[in-house]
Structure formats: structure tokens, C-alpha cells
């Protein structure tokens, strides 16, 4: 698998790898959210391919003092290859040469399979910490696309 860049020009392909994968999509994922993203991240939005077609995705972002991975997903029909550990090594590769201190992820609790995943790659499952959210303008977020 080829670790690229994520470009714009592959918004269709990542979208529908995101929900093969099961990743849920929300209103922070339409084409003009992601460009967002993109736009301030164009490090660590990071893609893998094979053949050219998308099988893996890995967005991460940084926010000035923590880094962040979200919707990490690799095609179902190709998991368990060491797909997801190759595109997630290179995106850590990504945080350390922006000497970025920490970097956090959220799953999902219906999704806690995944933990052991992130395990094997050295993460480490705060007990410490309660997340909170909160939406600015509820006309903007939206569970659904
Ligand atoms: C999580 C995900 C990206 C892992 O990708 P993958 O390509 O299957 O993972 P890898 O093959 O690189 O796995 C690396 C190691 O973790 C293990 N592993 C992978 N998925 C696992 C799981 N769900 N539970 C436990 N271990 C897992 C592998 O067995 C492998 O271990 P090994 O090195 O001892 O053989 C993939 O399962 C996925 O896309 N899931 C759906 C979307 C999702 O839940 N994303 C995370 C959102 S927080």
C-alpha cells in the first residue's frame, strides 16, 4: 500500500470507504468540512492506496497544542493485513516531525473492539479524562449528512 497525501479529488472514494468501514458520517464531513480540514492539516490527512483505489484513511489534525486522528479506516474487505498499523505509523511519523507532544483519538463505545487495535500500537486508554461536547449553533451539526 502507497501512503499519500489526502487531495480533495479523492472526497467520493473516501466517502464511501468511510461508510463500508462503518465510520458514521456526520454534518462535519461534507466535502466543504473536509476541505476545511485539508486545508489546515495538509500534513497528516493522509490516504493509502493500492492500485490506485483508496483503501485506507487516516485524518489527523492538530489544533496549535494537541494532535488528533479521526475516522482512521482501512477497506473492510482488506483489514487485518497490517494496513491500518502502515497508514497509522505514518501519520505518527507525520506528529513527530511537526514535534507535535501528544496526540488524542475518540472511539466510539459501541466500537471498544477497536481499542485493542490501538493497544498494539502503544496507545494508552485515558481513565482519567471525561469528554465533553458542546455545539455552538445547532443548526450546523447534524448527526446525518
Ligand atoms: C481499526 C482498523 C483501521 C484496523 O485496520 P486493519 O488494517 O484491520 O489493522 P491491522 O491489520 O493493521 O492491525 C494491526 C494489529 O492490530 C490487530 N487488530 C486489528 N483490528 C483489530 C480489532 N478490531 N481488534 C483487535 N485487534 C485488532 C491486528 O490483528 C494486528 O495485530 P498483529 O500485528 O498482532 O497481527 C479497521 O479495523 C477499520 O477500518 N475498522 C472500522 C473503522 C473503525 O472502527 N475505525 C476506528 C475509529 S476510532
Redesign the pocket.
Known sequence: MKIEKFKIEYYDDVLKLWRK???EVVSSDTIDEVTRVLNRNPDLFLIGKIKERVMAIAMGAFDGRRGYVH????DPD?????????IMDALIEQFRKMNIHKVH???EKS?R??V??YN?LGWDVREDLIMMSYVPDKKLYKRHM
Open positions: 468501514a462503518g465510520i475516522h482512521l479506516a482501512v482488506y483489514q487485518k493485513r497490517g494496513f491500518g498499523k502502515t483519538l475518540f472511539i466500537n473492539n477497536v485493542e487495535f498494539n
